[in-house]
């Protein structure tokens, strides 16, 4: 069983390079705060992203109730979304500031990233919740090296 997910999740991730066209360099799971018209706050979603772009896709939901009833019926909410935006497009990526303070324990972590791009002849925001430092991080250095 374990083995037929982690074949089907290879396949999913070559099946997505062959789509994009280029090698995927990383990904995660996600949560999409703010900043692109097409989806609602509080969205989970994968982030995966390659040399060129990152890319920020949300899948069907089942409803409720096919869930709760474990009802194999097509009922799923809503459809596949996905938006790309190009390393090239993004003026600025902030992580939030690593607290150094004793008192940072009695807080919680801040996991939003904001990415500053153009898009529709505009700047516009968007907020990310990474909730791993080294993705963080990694999404990051990605930018900076392949921003062109």
């Not at 904001?114 to 080294?134: A, P, S, W």
């Amino acid at each position: 069983m374990i083995k037929n997910n982690q074949q089907e999740a290879i396949r999913y991730w070559q099946e997505k390079e062959k789509e994009i066209g280029e090698e995927i360099i990383g990904k995660e799971m996600c949560e999409f705060l703010s900043g692109h018209d097409d989806l609602e706050p509080r969205t989970w979603g994968l982030l995966y992203y390659s040399k060129t772009s990152f890319y920020f896709q949300v899948f069907p939901k089942k409803s409720f109730w096919s869930s709760l009833l474990g009802s194999s019926q097509n009922e799923d909410r809503g459809e596949t979304r996905l938006f790309q935006i190009p390393w090239s497009s993004i003026k600025e990526i902030q992580l939030p500031p690593r607290k150094k303070s004793i008192f940072s324990i009695f807080s919680l972590p801040d996991y939003r990233v904001f990415i500053k791009y153009e898009g529709d002849n505009k700047e516009r925001i968007i907020v990310l919740l990474i909730y791993t430092q080294t993705t963080q991080e990694k999404f990051l250095e990605c930018f900076q090296k392949y921003n062109h």
